[in-house]
């Protein structure tokens, strides 16, 4: 990890992440005073920044990447619980050890809280925590259409919910509303949604017979027809 020192300079100011994350409630005026608290680290593929059962010591906003989120099963598998991506804040569930481990699938920008300089935020900008609670809420439909996305739907609709979920999180960005980033590979994509490589193959592959997205190089998917992506979805045409 590379780590700059949050007093060090006033990264806040041009994050691209601060109009999505908790930090957008924070004017321009007191941005120091935020930079102050905040350590800025990049971390590379494959690195690991938050451990299931260390010390919940620090909270993590995403500014730029992805990560994967997981879980250790009892047998030594690994259960991919999530993907944060720009604006996502990371450990607001945990007590006093934390409950997932975070993982960075390309390279990653975050700003880093340790819990004493988060609650000194807290207290010092009420909107902030109330911020905090809207994203604990939104944690808690995430899972449960993660549980329904699990428990009811076929392989193809997994998959064409996957992507739709990427392409409402793409737009948040101010990208291309059509056209859909995955840092992901096929075998973390299939580890989210509860199968194989090959099904995941041939759901994009029946995704795409279907005319609802083409795949382009660089892993980027373009979605041709959102009311058949949203149909395949088992959303409704």
Aim: proline share 3%; hydrophobic share 40%.
């Amino acid at each position: 990890m590379v780590v700059t020192p949050g007093n060090a300079a006033e990264p806040c100011r041009g994050c691209d992440a601060r109009a999505l994350s908790v930090c957008s409630v924070i004017e321009d005026k007191d941005l120091c005073r935020l930079a102050s608290l905040t350590h800025v680290e990049a971390v590379e593929p494959g690195r690991e920044f938050i451990t299931e059962g260390d010390p919940a010591d620090d909270f993590f906003n995403i500014t730029a990447g992805t990560a994967k989120l997981f879980k250790m099963l009892a047998d030594g598998r690994r259960q991919i619980t999530g993907f944060a991506q720009i604006g996502h804040f990371l450990g607001l569930a945990a007590r006093n050890r934390y409950s997932f481990s975070a993982e960075a699938v390309d390279r990653v920008r975050l700003c880093r809280f340790s819990r004493p300089r988060l609650r000194r935020l807290l207290d010092d900008y009420p909107a902030m925590e109330r911020r905090l609670l809207d994203v604990a809420s939104n944690e808690l439909v995430a899972a449960q259409e993660q549980m329904l996305l699990l428990g009811r739907k076929t392989a193809v609709e997994r998959v064409a919910s996957f992507l739709l979920g990427q392409m409402a999180h793409g737009g948040l960005r101010g990208g291309s509303p059509r056209v859909i980033h995955l840092a992901m590979g096929r075998e973390d994509i299939a580890d989210y949604l509860g199968l194989t490589i090959e099904t995941v193959s041939r759901s994009f592959t029946r995704l795409t017979g279907d005319g609802a997205i083409v795949r382009h190089e660089a892993a980027n998917i373009e979605i041709l027809s959102l009311d058949r992506l949203r149909s395949l979805a088992g959303e409704g045409g």
